[in-house]
């Protein structure tokens, strides 16, 4: 099927869906509709608007047989000429199949990796970079664990990220993230290199995933903070091991043992549901671990280079100076060129 039949098809059915709305309808059907509709609606927008150029151009091409049109229609064909090839770039890139995952909120996961202290410290930044993008986006972040060390670096931070599009615009920062500065406490002025690892993970709902408490053991101890100091004295952490995967999930940042279990059972959810995308995927991470990596120093998506003050993406070899913008959450310039650098690829394999 070709691109015109293909849009001749979706206007269709986007006309068809409006006339079943536009009847009495009941219940699940009419989300249903409403739900296909409203994933039609941009789609059909743009060939609207590719159509209307189409139009203007043949209007265009009939003027310039009268010589007192002829200088307006070159003028028209020239705005045009670039005009309909990036409508039609857009309307093939909006064809693209969907990851329904896109829409979802995310859960996220940050640990350091290589470096000791110092990865520690950098994976705190990390976490506030995040949070700091998550309020610019409108997005709700809430704090589902955070450990810290004792000269106030990040031991694990897992963080829930609700919003629209939470996934599809931050499924491309996992991986391993490489920090060159030198310490606070280097006193020789030498640059160090860590490296700390990301995970991004879609929310995974009750109906994704099925999970059977057989299959589950459960384990509740005394909450520590840094140092290893109790920081209650109730068994309020909980830990919780999907027994069929091996997954772990530990939790304790609340007081409350229940408040607990049902954080970890929401971070356990989106790992499996994570797992069955990989399965139905194959271009996508078998399991987390691949995701993120070992967190070996040569293993690296991002790297942040304080004393050029730049950061570096090598998946797209961009590199940008302003590293002071980019921790304060200003990330959008690397997300949309790994957006548009993925889209590319997803075109070209079609072709």
């Known amino acids: 099927m070709n691109l015109i039949q293909r849009l001749d098809r979706i206007a269709a059915r986007a006309d068809e869906l409006r006339a079943m709305l536009s009847e009495v309808l009941g219940g699940e059907a009419y989300v249903k509709a409403s739900r296909e509709l409203s994933e039609l609606e941009p789609v059909v927008a743009r060939i609207d608007d590719l159509r209307a150029a189409e139009q203007a151009r043949r209007e265009a091409e009939a003027m310039m047989a009268d010589p007192e049109m002829k200088e307006l229609a070159e003028a028209e064909l020239y705005d045009l000429k670039d005009r309909i090839p990036a409508l039609e770039h857009e309307l093939r890139i909006a064809l693209l199949p969907k990851d329904e995952a896109d829409e979802r909120s995310a859960i996220l996961e940050i640990r350091p990796a290589a470096g000791g202290d110092e990865a520690g410290l950098f994976a705190s930044q990390l976490y506030g970079m995040y949070q700091k993008y998550a309020g ?14 004792e000269l106030g670096g990040l031991k694990e931070g897992i963080a829930e ?139 690296r998506i991002r790297t942040y280079n304080f004393p050029q003050g730049r950061v570096t993406d090598h998946r797209i070899g961009k590199t940008l100076y302003k590293i002071d913008a980019v921790m304060a959450g200003d990330l959008d310039e690397f997300i949309d060129s790994l957006t548009a650098e993925d889209q590319a690829a997803r075109l070209a394999a079609q072709e």
């Open 136 to 149: 610019t986006q409108g997005w709700r972040f809430e704090v589902l664990e955070y450990g810290d060390t």
């Open 161 to 299: 990220i609700t919003g629209r599009n939470v996934f599809a615009r931050l499924k491309y920062e996992s991986g391993v993230h490489r920090v060159q500065r030198v310490p606070a406490t280097e006193s020789q002025g030498r640059i160090h290199t860590s490296t700390v690892t990301v995970a991004v993970l879609p929310e995974a709902e009750e109906v994704d995933v099925q999970v059977d408490e057989g299959d589950l053991r459960i384990d509740v101890y005394r909450a520590s903070g840094a140092g290893g100091q109790h920081v209650n004295k109730t068994e309020s952490a909980v830990r919780i091991t999907h027994l069929p995967s091996g997954i772990v999930v530990a939790m304790q940042e609340e007081k409350s043992q229940h408040k607990n279990r049902a954080k970890a059972m929401k971070i356990l959810r989106a790992k499996l549901y994570e797992q069955q995308r990989a399965s139905l995927h194959a271009t996508r991470a078998a399991d987390r671990k691949s995701q993120v990596g070992t967190g070996d120093r040569s293993e």
